[in-house]
């Protein structure tokens, strides 16, 4: 049986793309087992699960603790706002003592970009990224991918722009590679200041204008602005963010062609998507959330059948 | 002191000696006969060692040992002794302690910490108070008390009245001024150079634009003030360019690079290694390339380790809660010569000795001693087997370097590694 090449995910840039299939074939199967009327399999009864979150999360969070349960694994959860080096613990520490408590995998999440890749050189767990700081957030650009592919059939060949705060967002990072791994063009759009200065060396290409941007793409992935990271104003308003890379049924419509709506959440309607836009057929948004419980089950599932060897 | 050393091949441009093989007399601290073949007159103690070459004492203009206050990193008398073993007969050591070295008392000890020893230790003063950026140390009365230059270390004076205030100041006793190359508010929140790496692994980057607009801002006060003005590590392009340029317009303007800004360039972080995180950051191979065209051409005063030792609590952490800094001391001439010829090394080891008040020595005849004794051709890979100092953060940690130290022969005692 096929397996992956990885130990843990920490990032979508240490996959490869055989990798990427089998998530999603993985996924495939797990999607139909959610919609049966008894959601649940018993793969996993004798793993244990931690998740911890260092940072705030509601959904990311809920999707992982539903897909580890449809698995039947145990699964405990650690909550705290506040990074352990804060409370006098160090990260490797506080893990170590969940650890010592006989749990074999740790998803988290984490305000320090590479806080997972640290940590995976240290505990003897299999770690699962559910974000670190502005580095990655592998999931969500799986579960990206994984709608993309279910809506238009291939992820290759595809354009895909992703719009608003680039500078700060780890699913911006995650679904560059992820896309790019897969064969599609990406794009990202948003004002300067929000667009890392040395971004293009990605192979991505830049475009500070939303009108042009959607008349390229396929599929545009709005991203909230993420104030709370945000050290300085990197725009004079929302207002004037609004104006200029907030999406309208106005401009949909002004399109020759029917583009997907996609947005990772929490949205902020009539900020960077209007609500007419985001609960028309064209958003796939709903869509997005179901299958992350099926892509994080195909991930746990499958990095689990590594500890098990 | 008598000794007689036999065999030594001589590397120093200033001495008639140079690039021949010979054997050494030194009476009384002195040395007396340069020659093949001395006989050794009266059972001095002899230095035969494997493919020994001599040098005038190395010089490092820019070293923390921690001690007062941070101690578990490492202290003054281990610090010293590090550097002996490292070849290196004189240290400025950087005010980068707990309490801050910003008083005459506070330079009178870590003077006296040094009383007496191998390795002669120069005292950098605080610029400001508590390195605080806003009213100015002491600075005459550290002077008198033996401090050679006066920096807030890794700390920018961000008010550009206070540095050409301090310039002025300065002036009255030709005290050397040092500035930080780094204007805050640009790099901001910045961990390591922005570039692609930094793009990748989404953590904040401090563009070598916040380097080149102080190093800009310091040369036009200096042009404005004169006075004596020193830029330690400087790390990108422009920066060579502009000091080139302020040089060209006889600018009294000294700076420095740190030996791994030579040798690494940023996408060494690519998995979060804490032991890369320095300041100024790793740049691109762009950056790297210039730096040491413009260590060759002169422009760059002075090669330094940089050397800062940083206990493992302060490193095994999440790479935005690390400390800046690696040790370098141990790995300073190997490193350089995997980057340059045995001459140039050494004439970079030895180079802005008087920018910090310290006198020029050669190895020739009447001269007092002051040598490093070394083998430059030994190839091995750096491991902690090599470290010294206390703390352990060492950037060159499995590279492969060529070039060890015997030892040190200076302050009329002799100092060799087993």
């Known amino acids: ?309 | 002191m008598n000794i007689l050393i036999k065999s030594a091949t001589i590397i120093d441009s200033k001495s008639e000696f140079h690039n021949t093989t010979q054997d050494l007399l030194i009476e009384n601290g002195e040395i007396t006969k340069i020659a093949n073949n001395i006989k050794n007159p009266k059972n001095y103690q002899e230095i035969k060692l494997d493919n020994l070459h001599v040098s005038q004492g190395w010089f490092d203009s820019s070293v923390s040992f921690g001690e007062p206050g941070f101690e578990e990193r490492d202290t003054i008398e281990n610090g010293l002794k590090t550097a002996a073993s490292s070849g290196f007969t004189a240290v400025a050591l950087n005010a980068n302690t707990n309490p801050v070295i910003d008083s005459n008392s506070d330079v009178t000890f870590v003077n006296s910490r040094a009383y007496k020893k191998a390795v002669t230790l120069l005292p950098i003063g605080s610029l400001t108070v508590n390195s605080k950026g806003e009213d100015l140390a002491e600075l005459y009365d550290m002077n008198t008390a033996g401090a050679v230059a006066f920096y807030d270390y890794k700390k920018p004076i961000s008010n550009p009245n206070l540095m050409k205030i301090a310039l002025q100041y300065a002036s009255n006793f030709n005290g050397l001024v040092c500035s930080f190359p780094q204007e805050n508010k640009i790099s901001g929140h910045g961990v390591m150079n922005e570039n692609i790496t930094s793009t990748k692994l989404g953590l904040k980057g401090i563009p070598a634009l916040a380097e080149e607009l102080q190093i800009a801002r310091d040369l036009f006060l200096l042009e404005y003030t004169g006075g004596k003005l020193h830029i330690p590590t400087i790390s990108s392009v422009k920066s060579v360019e502009l000091i080139r340029d302020a040089k060209k317009k006889k600018l009294d303007v000294t700076c420095s690079v740190a030996i791994h800004n030579l040798y690494f360039t940023d996408s060494m972080l690519n998995d979060f290694n804490t032991h890369f995180k320095v300041l100024p950051p790793l740049r691109t191979q762009t950056d790297l390339d210039a730096l040491i065209e413009g260590v060759k051409d002169g422009t760059i005063d002075m090669v330094t380790s940089d050397h800062n030792p940083i206990d493992v609590e302060q490193k095994k952490v999440e790479f935005d809660h690390a400390e800046y800094g690696t040790i370098g001391l141990e790995s300073a001439f190997g490193a350089l010569q995997t980057i340059f010829t045995l001459k140039k090394t050494i004439d970079i080891l030895t180079k802005g000795k008087t920018r910090f008040g310290l006198e020029n020595t050669s190895i020739n005849i009447d001269e007092k001693l002051n040598m490093t004794l070394f083998n430059p051709d030994t190839k091995y890979t750096f491991s902690k087997s090599d470290i010294i100092s206390k703390s352990k953060n060492a950037i060159f940690e499995n590279e492969t370097l060529k070039g060890k130290v015997y030892g040190i022969i200076s302050n009329n005692k002799v100092a060799l590694n087993n």
Not at chain 1, 184 to 204: H, R, W
């Open chain 1, 1 to 309: 049986m096929s397996e992956l090449s990885v130990n843990h995910l920490l990032g979508i840039k240490y996959l490869n793309k055989k990798d990427i299939q089998l998530i999603f074939e993985t996924a495939d199967h797990f999607k139909e087992v959610i919609n049966r009327p008894i959601k649940k399999v018993p793969s996993l009864r004798d793993i244990t699960i931690a998740n911890l979150f260092f940072e705030n999360s509601t959904r990311t969070k809920l999707s992982f603790e539903l897909a580890e349960k449809r698995l039947s694994a145990d699964v405990i959860n650690f909550s705290s706002a506040q990074s352990s080096v804060k409370k006098g613990e160090t990260l490797i520490d506080t893990v170590n003592n969940i650890l010592s408590m006989k749990v074999d995998m740790v998803v988290m999440r984490h305000p320090n970009p590479g806080a997972g890749v640290f940590l995976s050189k240290h505990v003897k767990a299999s770690i699962i990224n559910a974000g670190d700081g502005a580095h990655e957030h592998p999931t969500q650009a799986l579960l990206d991918s994984y709608s993309i592919r279910e809506k238009l059939g291939e992820v290759a060949g595809k354009k895909v722009v992703i719009v608003g705060d680039i500078l700060h967002s780890r699913v911006a990072l995650s679904n560059i590679f992820a896309l790019q791994l897969q064969g599609a063009q990406v794009m990202v759009c948003g004002p300067k200041t929000l667009i890392p200065k040395y971004i293009d060396k990605l192979g991505v290409k830049v475009e500070t204008n939303l009108n042009k941007a959607l008349n390229w793409c396929d599929v545009a992935n709005m991203l909230r602005v993420q104030n709370e990271r945000m050290d300085i104003s990197y725009f004079p308003s929302t207002r004037e963010y609004t104006q200029q890379f907030g999406v309208n049924r106005e401009l949909l419509d002004s399109l020759d062609k029917e583009i997907t709506i996609m947005h990772p959440g929490p949205i902020n309607r009539g900020v960077e998507i209007t609500s007419d836009v985001a609960d028309s057929k064209q958003s796939i948004i709903l869509d997005q959330v179901q299958n992350g419980v099926a892509i994080r089950m195909a991930v746990i599932y499958l990095l689990a059948s590594k500890i098990k060897q």
